[in-house]
């Protein structure tokens, strides 16, 4: 077990280069089972999710060749097998992406239930009735989710809410549907766009990803493709909110400002300078930061994943801020980490009421998911004191070295390791005999 120590208080300066959309990459990698000849995916990041993703692909017989610290070559033509097991989707919720790509190549799949984030419940109906009107026939057993077709067929799919997952997985199965595809409804996040764009270059025809309308004619091959994973989003829009916190001055490299717009809106309203290029922004804070109202939404809103940073850097800004998140029903569940460290905030159902104190003084605390613990970073950066984050193991599911890029922006973080309760317990015992 590891456990990051900050030492808070210091100016985070200096540039970052952002990896590779985790949420893209967990989806393009999968995606790759679709093709009938090599893929290379470049720009991938180092995450343990990534890593869970080339683990299940060798797992199924796919070979895997790591060509350098962001790029793989994936043969995907001597997969075998079409199950996941529980071992692998019990540690990461894209692994539901397996299902549409694998539906989709192989007219089957087995994949046991998705784990990932406790951010509450996490339905996949919308999955599920993607694949049954392009043709499928699924049962739930034992915590396995089979689903078969003799053929899939193009079909209407109006999604009921917009759903990044169900979005993906209904393309994933419609490439080589025969016929046309029409999803309604569908989500509009950039990374849908990227899994768009990798597929066409392998010689889909998916238009209109992007909007709520998005078209798929089926096609019987898919070539190999070389593809980049676009800049992650979400990093980006973290670093953003921890250089605000420490009030810094960073220029932040490898990043879509057109991605970055809502964050960027809302950081500017809080106080927050920032100046974009082509594919770099500066952010920089020289006054006061003030209080601001954030409703989460599906994209172009706000996302949900950077709802946690927004709340913590509020929690030094003048004044009161009231955060309301629409996604997910326990994406809360930090406060009472913050807390620990000072911040003054009430949550009632969806809605948090942040009172801004302007200062947060380190403690010893735990990350409860994957933006939780991203939040506790920037609280950890800012406040006074030490700051020590247990379960860093959520963070390093979908941040490509985060300490590092801090250390090198200035930060004082150290990443720690700790022996783990069990063992520690041992050592007693055998001490004891
Ligand atoms: N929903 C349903 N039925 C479904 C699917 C979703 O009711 O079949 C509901 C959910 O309960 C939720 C809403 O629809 O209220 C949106 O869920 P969505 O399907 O969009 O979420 P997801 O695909 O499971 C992805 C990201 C999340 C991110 C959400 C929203 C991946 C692997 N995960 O999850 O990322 O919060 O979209 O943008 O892409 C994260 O990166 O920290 C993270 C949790």
Not at 7 to 17: A, F, M, P, S, Y
Not at 89 to 100: H, P
Not at 152 to 170: E, P, R, Y
Not at 263 to 285: A, C, H, P, Y
Request: hydrophobic share 45%; net charge negative; charged share 25%.
């Amino acid at each position: 077990m590891d456990k990051f120590v900050i030492k808070g208080g210091r100016k985070l300066t200096g540039e970052v280069i952002i990896s590779g959309a985790k949420n893209a990459a967990v989806a393009i990698l999968p995606a790759v089972i679709l093709s009938d000849e090599v893929c290379t995916i470049e720009n991938v990041p180092s995450i343990s999710d990534v890593n869970i993703c080339i683990q299940i692909l060798t797992e199924m017989g796919a070979s895997v060749t790591k060509i350098d610290k962001d790029t793989y070559r994936i043969d995907p033509t001597t997969i075998r097998n079409c199950c996941v097991p529980y071992e692998y989707a019990r540690k990461m919720r894209a692994s539901y992406y397996f299902l549409g790509a694998l539906l989709g190549k192989f007219k089957k799949a087995r994949v046991s239930m998705p784990g990932g984030c406790p951010l509450g419940d996490r339905p996949i109906d919308q999955h599920l009735k993607a694949f049954s009107a392009l043709g499928a026939e699924y049962t739930l057993t034992q915590g396995m989710i089979d689903l078969t077709a003799d053929k899939l067929k193009g079909s209407q799919i109006f999604f009921d809410v917009v759903t990044v997952g169900a979005t993906m997985n209904a393309m994933l199965a419609a490439v080589k549907a025969e016929g046309l595809t029409v999803i309604e409804n569908a989500a509009k996040e950039p990374h849908i766009v990227d899994l768009a764009n990798f597929l066409n270059s392998m010689g889909a025809d998916i238009m209109g990803a992007g909007t709520d309308v998005i078209k798929i004619r089926g096609v019987e091959h898919l070539h190999g493709a070389d593809y980049a994973v676009i800049p992650d989003q979400i990093e980006a829009g973290t670093f953003m909110t921890a250089v605000a916190a420490t009030k810094g001055d960073v220029m932040i490299k490898n990043v879509i400002p057109k991605h970055l717009e809502s964050i960027t809106k809302k950081l500017e309203k809080i106080g927050v300078n920032i100046e974009q290029f082509d594919d770099s922004i500066r952010v920089w804070v020289d006054g006061p930061l003030v209080k601001a109202n954030v409703k989460t939404a599906p994209h172009p809103g706000f996302p949900t994943d950077m709802q946690s940073q927004i709340a913590t850097l509020l929690t030094l800004a003048e004044g009161t801020s009231i955060v309301t998140e629409n996604i997910w029903e326990q994406r809360f569940r930090y406060v009472d980490e913050l807390r620990r460290m000072g911040a003054d905030i009430t949550v009632n159902g969806k809605v948090a009421l942040i009172e801004g104190t302007g200062k947060l003084m380190g403690a010893p605390v735990k990350a409860c998911d994957l933006r939780a613990g991203a939040a506790l970073i920037i609280a950890g950066l800012a406040a006074s004191g030490v700051t020590e984050i247990e379960d860093i193991y959520h963070i390093e599911r979908g941040y490509d070295c985060m300490e590092g890029k801090l250390r090198a922006l200035g930060a004082d973080i150290e990443k720690v390791s700790v022996p783990d309760k069990q063992s520690v317990k041992h050592e007693e015992v055998k001490k004891a005999i």
